[in-house]
């Protein structure tokens, strides 16, 4: 067994609390509190939880795999379809029968209790050609029902939007053109250059909405990428209900936030990962990315709404509600990655609908859900400038006083990794080749003042990303899992030829002295935090970390938190009854040849790791759960890399 333990010098700050003690708020939302999981976050408040209970601390170290599902993905004939990233899909479990999809958007209908295939549909996405971006992979997909018909809704990476019927697996023929709709249409600019847009998570669909968001990037470095617009289609029949600019346009509020008319330019400024939705509210939330280009901003100077923004929109006809900003300006890619959280909490005796947005800045945004309404004050700070040509950093940026961030933000030296001596001083040595600073410092051009680049803390990986936090609704309790994963970040003038922009991004990541990180620990942590009060309740290190470097072995230090570097797109937190359900890869916490994962159970109460569970593959996609037949399962997408696809589903041997 892990205890978990904190140590006098990591320097983190941990806030007490007694958790029994936590404010008990009986939910309105639908959360998951039966067997089925309808959706990509369990339910569309993204709470990620279900109170089922069979699986408990008593007899998880017990958990078999009860049944493997090898993505059919892997039966394309050689030649057809192309390579694809780790496989993370989220599958869903309704009325008895389980969907999920591959990364080349096929759509399967699995036995529970199984896994044999009732049905399995290809809509043959990748015959549009391979997606022109990186991580190639779709998240997941949605389940609607209007209590006669019931649809899977997936969007592919082909940019196809597509009405699945989800009793025959066949595409609703009502459905656009024969249950397809072309994602590369209705962006509302720059259709022609429709090779640049993607799809990645599941659109969300509330009533007879099916709203869809875009995964757009700077391929090729070029200023031509077109606006993540977020797109509303009818469930039945397919037709476009609404757009919403996320860039606004011709005429739209806003506008003078992108100077130089730079609206009409500028894209990305995406909705990429999940979003979530009070379905009683009839309210949809999206989180929104950065514009182009993410690094450097003087072809769109200006606040730049709405990037890096919560949007609350009214889901039947796309009007705006409210919104806030998290990032103006946005130098340092940090998008909004994750879906937020909604949960109802009562806070000074008074009981609030509430949305809680984690981010990559460490910092939790907590907002009334219907009003916009700020729950504890969110100040604008000074931060610092640019010194780069032809940027303007803005003066100020949104700091929370409540809740206190969960992970490590900027850098000073106070921060460098000192276990030793020698490691304190090669750790200054290093760090003096960077600009050091808090949170919002800028990126340099390299070279500037004899500098390298920026040291910035958290990273554009975050503090927390896409899979974003978990809560139970029952307590008002959000867990968060986060990893400080810093970059060093500088501008550089790209080759003749190869962009139009004056400058692109290089990044440093893994510098630190004799191979350890720069900073010191945790590296990788799950935080607590009451929403009731926006306190912390406790903040635990998630992984050991690198305690068995030569340099370190002698001291027999407590885990550290892992520092794998893709800990922050992967995986999330399964929420039971009374425990907290995620992974660990083993070549972190075994050796670095092992190629599987530790399926790790903590106690909900105190963050202890209470049991553990060997799993051959590598696991990569957030965990669920569900009940069938008087059974609870667990189930996690997992392999990808070495053509190794599957659906790995978890259960007691009795």
């Not at 869903?92 to 044999?116: C, I, Q």
């Not at 969007?155 to 459905?175: C, E, M, R």
């Not at 990044?507 to 900073?519: A, N, Y």
Request: charged fraction near 20%.
């Amino acid at each position: 067994m892990i205890k978990s333990i904190f140590l006098p010098n990591l320097q983190i700050c941990i806030v007490c609390g007694i958790f029994a003690s936590c404010s008990q708020v009986e939910p309105d939302l639908d959360v998951s509190l039966g067997g089925e999981w309808r959706h990509a976050g369990g339910d569309h408040s993204s709470a990620k939880y279900t109170a089922l209970s069979q699986i408990d601390s008593s007899n998880f170290s017990e958990l078999e795999i009860a049944w493997r599902w090898q993505s059919a993905d892997l039966r394309l004939p050689e030649g057809v379809g192309y390579g694809t990233a780790d496989y993370r899909a989220v599958p869903l479990v309704v009325n008895g029968t389980m969907y999920v999809n591959t990364n080349h958007g096929m759509v399967a209908a699995l036995d529970p209790e199984s896994g044999n295939e009732l049905w399995l549909f290809d809509p043959e996405s990748y015959r549009n050609g391979p997606p022109i971006q990186t991580n190639i992979m779709i998240r997941g997909i949605e389940y609607w029902t209007d209590g006669d018909i019931e649809r899977i809704f997936v969007a592919t990476l082909g940019k196809q939007l597509l009405s699945i019927d989800a009793i025959t697996g066949q595409p609703d023929p009502n459905f656009g053109e024969g249950g397809y709709i072309d994602l590369s249409q209705n962006l509302g600019r720059l259709e022609f250059e429709s090779e640049f847009i993607t799809a990645g998570a599941a659109p969300i669909a509330i009533d007879n909405s099916l709203i869809v968001g875009s995964k757009i990037f700077d391929y090729g470095m070029y200023n031509r990428s077109p606006p993540g617009h977020v797109r509303a289609y009818d469930t039945y029949s397919g037709e476009l209900k609404w757009r919403f600019n996320t860039i606004p346009q011709m005429g739209e509020e806003f506008t003078e936030t992108w100077e130089n008319d730079s609206w009409r330019r500028a894209g990305n400024t995406n909705v990429w990962t999940f979003m979530s939705a009070d379905d009683e509210a009839g309210i949809v939330y999206l989180p929104t990315s950065t514009p182009t280009n993410d690094y450097w901003g003087g072809m769109r100077l200006g606040e730049n709404l709405f990037a890096e923004a919560i949007v609350a929109l009214d889901a039947d006809t796309g009007e705006r509600l409210w919104y806030f900003q998290t990032v103006h300006h946005g130098l340092w890619d940090y998008d909004v990655a994750s879906a937020p959280n909604l949960v109802d909490i009562v806070v000074d005796g008074q009981r609030i609908k509430a949305v809680a947005q984690i981010s990559k800045t460490a910092f939790t945004y907590v907002f009334d859900r219907i009003t916009g309404e700020p729950v504890w004050p969110i100040e604008e700070r000074p931060v610092a400038s640019s010194n780069v040509p032809g940027e303007r950093a803005h003066p100020t940026q949104p700091f929370p006083s409540k809740p206190a961030p969960f992970d490590r933000q900027g850098i000073s030296e106070d921060d460098l990794i000192d276990f030793t001596p020698e490691i304190a001083a090669e750790a200054k040595e290093i760090a003096d080749r960077f600009v050091l600073g808090p949170i919002f410092t800028p990126p340099i051009v390299r070279g500037d003042k004899d500098k390298l680049a920026t040291f910035v803390v958290p990273g554009a990986g975050g503090g927390a990303n896409f899979p974003g936090a978990s809560i139970d609704p029952e307590t008002g309790i959000l867990y968060v899992p986060s990893a400080t994963r810093p970059h060093g970040m500088s501008l550089i003038e790209p080759p003749e030829g190869t962009s139009d922009w004056p400058f692109v991004i290089q990044m440093e990541r893994q510098v630190g002295p004799f191979g350890l990180p720069l900073l010191k620990p945790p590296y990788r942590r799950i935080t607590a935090i009451d929403l009731n009060t926006g306190d912390h309740v406790w903040q635990v290190p998630f992984g050991r970390g690198p305690t068995d470097h030569p340099m370190l072995e002698h001291l027999n230090l407590e885990p550290l938190g892992s520092v794998y570097d893709d800990v922050v797109a992967e995986g999330g937190i399964l929420v039971t009854k009374t425990l907290l359900i995620s992974f660990l890869a083993q070549k972190d916490e075994i050796n670095s040849n092992a190629h599987g994962s530790i399926l790790v159970a903590l106690d909900k109460e105190t963050g202890e790791t209470v049991a553990e569970v060997l799993v051959d593959q590598r696991l990569h996609g957030p965990p669920m759960s569900y009940m069938h037949k008087g059974k609870q399962y667990i189930a996690i997408a997992g392999g990808g890399r070495d053509g190794d696809d599957e659906l790995l589903v978890f259960a007691l041997p009795y």
